[in-house]
Structures are given as structure tokens and as C-alpha cells.
């Protein structure tokens, strides 16, 4: 058993199948961060490379201390100190770095389709670290790895995620990623945040928070994204808050054993209240800790294939 | 290819093998101080649980057991078609100061007890690592001998040996027949 494809784009283009080996293989890394000495020898020689043209603190340490924790190079490039900067496409900044010849490319980027456009550029495999609002899929799996520790399986629960739904690239990775895995999401938020495609990728809407919660056995609370509101969404972030924020006196109507997540950086008191951020429903920091584990798993599974044909497409691409 | 089976150990071999490896591991460490088993997985695990087990019976008191998945230490990774599969180490006490007892169920090149030593030392510092093995068959590319014998077999690097630690015991040898 191993990946499809080169890169990991995207949930969407992941089976079921491919998902539960990438939890497994997570699973069995997780000791590595348990010990004194947290590093394996698996990945010697090979290089990563994390290319962030957005601000990121966890995703991008993740995936650093992840290579790291299996003996890889890693070296990290953020836009303001990328050529970017002096004009440079980003199909020639991917050129260039293929020509060092790095195994793994981990790219963000603000807009959606950019790791798309890199892959078709590059020999080496791509991982989507976020792009736009498109998707994010290592966000997503460290979810799944953390729904399925804390309830055991993910077919049959019920997933309820609450807010910017319309920016979210964690909500699209989650809503494929839960679906294909057996569970059923319901999403709620303003109604000037929720895009109408979201019933067609197999969620469904909740007109308020509470009728969201009451029946879900995991709530996943999501940051508003003022970096990508183009407009006014909502009036201000008290009347949001009053409508679509979780707090204490709210989460008495969810189930008792209810868990609650958020894929962070939180924005405390707007869609979630400190109480409940750090209550003890929540496993937020149990996300963080698994990142590591699930990134760990992917850079071992992509840096193992032989993908000689599929490299070899790419070099045809980019001789025509 | 055509194989033949060739039995090497029945359930009472098997048996007769694990209580003198139990004995010799007891007599070399002077009792159970400080003694614990490393089970590598696949094989040494199911071989490990009956070695602790005999011990415990002989002694009258448990020592501690883990598993060890060797996959992350492998030797073969850069030219292995795909990463294989990684299974779960379970080690859930200090190996510092410990006699380890490394347990696998066939020694064949020896890559894999290099590569479960090198997993070990990234645990702690173990006084001393010892290795027990059910079959020896040889061919060995490492420098690495066992401590712990249950049966020498010369085979040829053709042959299959499969040990069966469940259910109904034995140690099979397929034996090709090709030429």
C-alpha cells in the first residue's frame, strides 16, 4: 500500500484508503516526539523545502520540526525574503528550486491553485500546506487523527463546523476529508459566509449555532479570515460573536461528551470564549501535537515512492 | 518454481527450544534483575510474550516486555520501491542501566538486529543488549552472532523459513526446487 500520486494537493484527490494509511502511519510515528532523543534516522540525505508566501507559525514549525524529526534538510523560505519580492513568477521560483534539487516541496500560498501550478513545474512532490481558499489538507488529516484518538472511529459521528465557513480551506479539506471517511458534517455561520457549493461537497446547513451543536459529537470552531474579506461580511465582531461564537453558557446544550477544535491561531472572545478554548472539551494543543505526527507520516510516505513516470511527465511538460 | 515443505520444529520443539533459551537467559543474567525483553516486530514479538512468559514461571515474577518496529532504522530505504509500512514501537519503561534481550524469531543477514540496536541506543543507554533467536540460518552480512540459540539450520538463501508462534507451533522450511 502506498500513495496514488506524487503530491498531496489536496483531500480531494485522496481515497479512502490512502487517508487511513496516512492516520496509521501517523500513529506509529507519534512515539519518536515521546522520547529523549526525538529523531529517526528515515530520511538522511533527503531536502525539504518549506515555501511560505503567507504568514504561518504552526503549519510552517510543524513541518520543519516534523523533517527534522526524521533526519532531513530543511530549509524554509517566507515571501519577504523570497525573490517574490524583486518581481520573480512563481513558476520561475519553482524552477529554480527544482534545479537544487529538493525531494520535498511544502508550499502556502494565498492564492488557490498555486501548489497545483508548482507540482507541474517540479520534479519533486508538493504538499499543500494551505492554499487561498481552496484547501488544506495536512490541517485536515491531523483532525481526523485527532477525532479518531479521542472517539475511537470517525464513520457515524456527527461534525459540526461553525463559522467563516466561505474562507475556510480547513473547512473544505474537513467537509471531504469527514465525508469520505463516513461521518456527517453540518456546517453553520453567517449567512453571507456560507457559500452555497457547500451542500454540493456533501455538508449541510444549520441556520443557527445551537441547532449545529446540539446533536454533534465534535464542534470545530473556525477563525473569521479578515485577511481574504474582500467586503463586510457582518456588522461587527460583537454582533458575530453573540450569534456565532462559543461560549460556556452556549456548549450546555451540546452533548456531554462533546469535543470541541479549532485549527487555530484562535481570535479569543469572537468565535470562541477563553473558557471554552481552554475547557476541558477542548483539544486544540492535542491538534498541534499531532501535526507533527501526521506531517512526519507524509513526508515519509511521499519521500518513499519511486515516481519515475510521474516525474518524468513533468519534465516532458516542461520541455513542450 | 516448485517448493517442498520440510518441518524443522514441531510444537514440542518449539516448546523444549523457548524453555532452554528462558534457562540460558536467566543463568547468563544471574535472575531477573534489571532484566527486560525487546520484541521485534513482527516476528520477535509472539516469540518474546513465551520467553517472558517461561521466565515469569520460572522466577515467579514478571519482567518488563516492549516492542520494537525497526522500519524508521531501515538500511534499505533509499532503494526500497516504496517506504514500507510502519508498525508501532511500544516501549514503555527506561532501557537505561537495562540487560536488554533483543528477541526475533529468525537471524538471517543480521541488518535487522543492526538496525533494532540502533533503535534501542536512541532510547537510553542499555548496560548491555544481548539478542535470543529461534532460528539461526546463517548467511549472515553484519558482524552479528546471537547469544541465544533455539536451532541452528543451514539453509540456502533460496529457502523460505516460516515460524509459527501461534496457535499450532512449528517452524517450517520451504525449500526451492528450482534447479
Known amino acids: 500500500m502506498q500513495l496514488r500520486n506524487k503530491d498531496i494537493l489536496g483531500i480531494k484527490d485522496l481515497d479512502r484508503d490512502e487517508i487511513e494509511l496516512i492516520l496509521d502511519t501517523a500513529e506509529s510515528l507519534k512515539w519518536v516526539s515521546n522520547r529523549d532523543i526525538k529523531k529517526v534516522p528515515t530520511l538522511r540525505g533527503k531536502t525539504i523545502i518549506n515555501l511560505f508566501f503567507e504568514a504561518s507559525t504552526r503549519t510552517r514549525t510543524s513541518f520543519e520540526i516534523a523533517g527534522k524529526r526524521m533526519s532531513a534538510d530543511v530549509i524554509n523560505i517566507s515571501a519577504s525574503s523570497s525573490s517574490a519580492v524583486k518581481g520573480e513568477t512563481l513558476i520561475d521560483t519553482a524552477k529554480n528550486l527544482q534545479a537544487m534539487s529538493p525531494d520535498i516541496i511544502v508550499v502556502r500560498h494565498g492564492s488557490s491553485g498555486a501548489p497545483q501550478i508548482i507540482s507541474g513545474a517540479v520534479k519533486a512532490s508538493v504538499i499543500n500546506a494551505g492554499d487561498g481558499c481552496h484547501e488544506h489538507p495536512s490541517q485536515s488529516l491531523l483532525d481526523l487523527l485527532t477525532i479518531r484518538q479521542v472517539k475511537g472511529q470517525i464513520e457515524g459521528l456527527r461534525i459540526a463546523i461553525i463559522g467563516d465557513i466561505k474562507h475556510s480551506r480547513v473547512a473544505r479539506s474537513n467537509i471531504y476529508a469527514l465525508t469520505k471517511m463516513g461521518a456527517q458534517v453540518v456546517v453553520a455561520g453567517f449567512p453571507t459566509l456560507l457559500p452555497p457549493e457547500i451542500e454540493k461537497m456533501g455538508a449541510s446547513i444549520r441556520k443557527t449555532l445551537d441547532e449545529a451543536i446540539i446533536d454533534a459529537d465534535v464542534i470545530m470552531m473556525l477563525r473569521i479570515q479578515k485577511e481574504r474579506m474582500t467586503g463586510p461580511y457582518f456588522p461587527t465582531e460583537r454582533e458575530y460573536s453573540m450569534l456565532f461564537g462559543l461560549n460556556a453558557k452556549r456548549l450546555k446544550s451540546a452533548k456531554s461528551d462533546v469535543t470541541i477544535m479549532h485549527p487555530g491561531p484562535v481570535n479569543r472572545g469572537v468565535e470562541i470564549s477563553p473558557e471554552v478554548a481552554d475547557g476541558p472539551y477542548s483539544v486544540i494543543l492535542e491538534q498541534v501535537a499531532n501535526g507533527v505526527a501526521i506531517r512526519m507520516a507524509l513526508l515519509y510516505l511521499l519521500s518513499g515512492r519511486k515516481h519515475e513516470e510521474s516525474r518524468k511527465e513533468a519534465r516532458d511538460e516542461n520541455n513542450n | ?179
Open chain 2, 1 to 179: 518454481m516448485t517448493s517442498i515443505k520440510r518441518k524443522i520444529l514441531d510444537a514440542d520443539g518449539v516448546n523444549r527450544a523457548i524453555t532452554r533459551i528462558s534457562h540460558e537467559i536467566l543463568e547468563a543474567n544471574k535472575g531477573i534483575e534489571n532484566l527486560a525483553l525487546v520484541g521485534i516486530r513482527t516476528g520477535g514479538v509472539d516469540l518474546a510474550r513465551y520467553l517472558s512468559k517461561k521466565i515469569e514461571e520460572i522466577e515467579g515474577s514478571s519482567i518488563p516486555i516492549g516492542i520494537i518496529d525497526i522500519t524508521l532504522y531501515r538500511d534499505d530505504l533509499s532503494i526500497a520501491t516504496h517506504h514500507p509500512i510502519v508498525g508501532s514501537t511500544e516501549i514503555d519503561f527506561s532501557i537505561d542501566d537495562k540487560n536488554l534481550v533483543l528477541v526475533d524469531d529468525v537471524l538471517y543477514t543480521g541488518r535487522t538486529v543492526r538496525a533494532a540496536m540502533d533503535a534501542l541506543i536512541d532510547f537510553g543507554r542499555p548496560k548491555a543488549i544481548m539478542l535470543a533467536v529461534l532460528i539461526d540460518r546463517g548467511h549472515r552480512e553484519l558482524p552479528i552472532k546471537a547469544d541465544f540459540v533455539g536451532k541452528n539450520v543451514p539453509t540456502s538463501k533460496n529457502d523460505v523459513i516460516k515460524a509459527r508462534l501461534e496457535g499450532d507451533l512449528g517452524v517450517d522450511i520451504f525449500i526451492s526446487k528450482d534447479d
